[in-house]
């Protein structure tokens, strides 16, 4: 019996369609991945197949659950214990002001149907698992991305639904971390079945089973995960296959730049708040070098780059920055754009402000926007019309008009598509030799590191 | 905005509110009766063609009466609106941006402010000086400018922390700029709904004042004192207390649907 049957589904606004009518089913044991770049309609696939569409958008075509048709009622009944969603912001589906824990133990307590105490011992199980035992008291916003994810992931996997949507499970999560999801993923899919929205090509790779590409809406390229991932035929699937760090071109070895050293530290401990993250940090940053920040999540890689740039006071030691300069040219990118950018103004009038503050010369501006592949059209938009990549790519100009002689990248490209984010990662680089600026690159992506840093420091040793 | 949705709640209350301005601030000027003439003969009269709202127990023309008062509690509603607002909202953004002592001398502030019932400090303020239009601002003014400072500080809080302004002040800007893109764009789509019930609320309390014979004195026209220097007479003039109830009620009504839902 098949546990999903989509056929010809479709999603529309009144006047536009988002998503092509699209037709597949899943058997008990199955596996699929959804493909794509973001964008590209793959979230609203699942928002239709769970019911929950936003206002203003309409599905059309039959869905069939458990063997019977599915209305939008019906499927009411049947989340959490029968049809389970993992959300994309795990920190938009967690309850604010309940600690992870009694959240979690909550879910078992009234989805699954456990005992108070037996949820609660489930509850610290689950917590233990994930490596999260030390942070199940802490609300969502003491959690980092990474945490808030796990338990996410925990809370929708608690009432032990046999049909699991994802969408994407791993975004923002370190690879170690991913791998432990994904293999979550499939020993709950082993008795029930499997969709997994993603734009990551390695989870689709380990997640296997059947894999369908989606661009603009549109399927392009379905089939078995290993022959598509292997031999893809259309070129929009080698585009995305190309653009994961694992294929990128190995970075030529050239001698590590020996700038001028710009930055030492010695014997610094770091931390948020009275909380210690990291001690004994003693580095040197040079010129024109690109370094490569990796560690667990949480283990105070952002906090780090804050110290470095004195937005936040290190606990002990020492920081020393050999060249003085104006403030403004240590800058730093932000993991979310569209969190980093006012929405208040356009794109344009905000790029003016910052040309006014430090009197830029305006002929700088237009060369540099081609060198960003920025339309000039972009400007009269404002951040929340504009894609994360371009947005990006926004707040890269910004810093550049600066000078920089540091530039803090906090996981630039995480929220980016994989073909946006190797142009993005690879003009950090460039800009790094061109300008003899000093760029840290935080990521959780080993491969991403690899092949676009110099050197690469490792937080809270494994 | 997309046109005019004649549907929303917005928009009949703009409607009542543009309908009674117009008719406080223009049926004096087009009448050439003044509100303070007496006129012994012909109390209590019905409605005419001569008298549009016919006359109180002086005599009055309760046409021009009726225009006043309504004139004096808009003004009072305009005048607390944008001065609470002013001071709430300033102070707001500093007890969320500044130092933190300044924030807890605020905090402190208010909430000795919220520990007395609104209206008893109004009234305290008002036994002061009775009759006084400007005490009565004050006062009201007073009162209503908590409400701002909180709301305003809770949302410059949560904006200051995120990574919008921490770009900005990388990138050299001062604190004013912050106000203006990062602040005050989070403050304003809240501050209207504020707006409208802090309307609503200054107006229902200086008709309360004048009910209790502290707020503005006879023989100026308020709501409030028509209602209470009208009630003897609701036997032989119904109509007569009909008046000021009605337009009080309708001014009211205009602000709260002003408000409207809360955007979100």
Known sequence: ???????????????????????????????????????????LLAQAIMGNLPDGLSSGGELALFGAKATRASRRKLWGRRLSMLPQEPWNALNPLMSARNQLAETYHRVRGDEAEAARQSADYTLALQGLSS??????????????????????????????????????????????????LIAQAENGALLCITHDVAVARQIGGRVMVVKEGKLVESGLSDTVLNAPSHPYTRELI???????????????????????????TIGRGSQMLANNLSLRIRRGEVLGVVGDSGCGKSTLGDTLLCLEKPHTGRLKRHVSTAPHRWQKLYQDPTAAVSHAATLGTLLEDLVKRHKIERRRIAPLMARLGLASTLLERRAESVSGGELQRFCLLRALLLD????????????????????????LVEIARETDCAVMLVSHDPHLIAKRCDRVIQLGGR | MKGID????????????????????????????????????????????????????????MWVRLADALQL???????????????????????????????????????????????????????????SFWML????????????????????????????????????????????????????????????????????????????????????????????????????????????????????????????????
């Open chain 2, 137 to 264: 601002y004050v006062a009201i003014s007073l009162v209503q400018w908590i409400e701002y400072f909180r709301v305003t500080r809770a949302i410059t809080r949560q904006v200051a922390r995120s990574p919008a302004v921490q770009s900005s002040r990388l990138m050299g800007f001062g604190a004013l700029y912050l106000v203006r893109r990062h602040y005050w764009p989070a403050i304003a789509p809240q501050l209207t709904t504020i707006a409208a019930f802090g309307a609503a609320n200054a107006i229902l309390m200086m008709a309360s004042l004048g009910f209790v014979y502290v707020g503005i004195q006879p023989p100026l026209a308020e709501l409030g004192l028509m209602i209470v220097e009208h009630f003897p007479y609701y036997a032989d003039a119904p109509w007569l207390l009909a008046q000021p109830l009605i337009a009080l009620a309708l001014l009211v009504l205009s602000c709260h649907l002003l408000a409207g839902r809360t955007a979100r």
């Open chain 2, 73 to 131: 509690s808009l003004l009072m509603a305009a005048l607390c609106v944008l001065t609470s607002a002013l001071i709430g909202v300033t102070l707001g953004i500093l007890a969320a941006t500044g130092p933190a002592w300044a924030d807890r001398v605020l905090d402190g502030m208010t909430t000795v402010i919220l520990a007395l019932p609104g209206l008893v400090l109004v009234l305290i303020f008002a036994a002061i000086l009775p009759g």
């Open chain 1, 1 to 43: 019996m098949s546990l999903l049957k989509v056929t010809n589904l479709s999603v529309s606004t009144a006047d536009t369609g988002l998503l092509e009518p699209i037709s597949f089913s899943l058997d008990v044991g199955e596996r699929l991945c959804i493909l794509g770049q973001t964008g590209s309609g793959k979230s």
């Open chain 1, 242 to 268: 190309a653009a994961d760090p694992a294929s990128w071109p190995e970075r030529n070895a050239e001698s590590s730049p020996g700038g001028a050293i710009l930055l030492e530290t010695e014997a610094l």
């Open chain 1, 135 to 184: 942070s199940g008291h802490k609300r969502v916003d003491q959690l980092s991305g990474g945490m808030a994810q796990r338990v996410a992931i925990a809370c929708a996997m608690a009432g032990g639904a046999p049909l699991l949507l994802a969408d994407e499970p791993t975004k923002g999560l370190d690879v170690n971390r991913r791998d432990q999801v994904v293999q979550q």
């Open chain 1, 404 to 427: 920089p002689v540091f530039l803090f990248a906090d996981e630039p490209t995480s929220r980016l598509d994989p073909i946006t984010a190797q142009s993005v990662s690879q003009l």
């Open chain 2, 6 to 61: 004649f549907t929303s709640t917005r928009f009949w209350g703009a409607l009542i509110l543009l309908t009674l301005c117009l008719y406080a601030f223009a049926a004096p000027i087009l009448s050439s009766q003044d509100s303070a003439t007496q006129d012994l003969s012909s109390i209590l009269r019905l409605p005419d063609s001569t008298r549009w709202l016919g006359t109180d127990h002086f005599g009055r023309d």
